[in-house]
């Protein structure tokens, strides 16, 4: 069926070095792509997102690439500091409903 | 605001037992929507409403039922719990409809026996 694939499922990274997650989805009518993030034991929070009609959106230290040919887009964070430690969850709109990816886990290690 | 509520926070069932979880917004959203999140899957959607008096069913619907009777409120009943429903639910709304910003609440953690 419709599915979004997002890799990789954990993610270790060193403060300050940037973080890239890769989602990719199946349906080519998709058309809206938001990112959650979400802290342990919290509710997801949206903290990008971008529509099919844009390549690239940008918000401070947090980047967000669609190639709508490829079918995937990508999540970019820059300068990472610990707080940015969550799990990060990629999504896909498909027919009326909302696809999410399985989540990557990101730790940022001081 | 209170943005979107769940309620119970916690609920433990015996198998074959009934429940309602609560949920309700105060943003004038239209677009409603029940998920649940387990371990290594993401979040999967269950059931959708549009607006008042609609409902659609999601990736993952059997075992549930909803109702949409006024904009604020939907609720999400389960109908004879399993243990397979054991999971973590989250109710979510957006304005006008999924291609929005969604709002979560702050979850329902069930556990059947």
């Known amino acids: 069926g419709e599915n979004v694939e997002q890799h990789p499922s954990t993610l270790s990274v060193q403060e300050g070095d940037s973080a890239v997650i890769k989602c990719t989805y199946s349906d080519s009518a998709s058309n809206y792509f938001p990112w959650y993030k979400q802290e342990l034991g919290k509710r997801p929070q949206l903290i990008i997102d971008i529509r099919s009609n844009v390549g690239e959106k940008k918000d401070q230290r947090i980047a967000v690439t669609l190639n709508k040919t490829a079918k995937h887009f990508s999540l970019h964070i820059t300068e990472t500091q610990p707080e940015d430690s969550a799990v990060y969850f990629c999504?896909?709109?498909?027919?009326?409903?909302?696809?999410f990816g399985a989540g990557t886990r990101l730790t940022v290690k001081p | 605001n209170a943005g979107v509520t769940q309620t119970p926070k916690f609920q433990v069932l015996k198998t074959g037992q009934s429940m309602t979880l609560q949920c309700a917004q105060d943003?004038?959203?239209?677009?409603m929507s029940w998920y649940r999140q387990d371990p290594g899957m993401g979040l999967r959607l269950i059931h959708y409403s549009v607006g008042a008096g609609i409902t659609d069913q999601g990736e993952v619907p059997n075992g549930y039922n909803v109702s949409r009777s006024t904009t604020e409120d939907f609720p999400l009943r389960l109908l004879s719990a399993a243990p397979s429903q054991t999971s973590v639910y989250f109710c979510?709304?957006?304005?006008?409809?999924?291609?929005?910003?969604?709002?979560f609440g702050p979850g329902t953690r069930l556990t059947v026996l």
């Open positions: 979510a709304s957006s304005y006008q409809d999924r291609d929005n910003e969604q709002f």
């Open positions: 999504a896909a709109s498909m027919g009326d409903d909302m696809r």
């Open positions: 943003m004038n959203h239209e677009y």
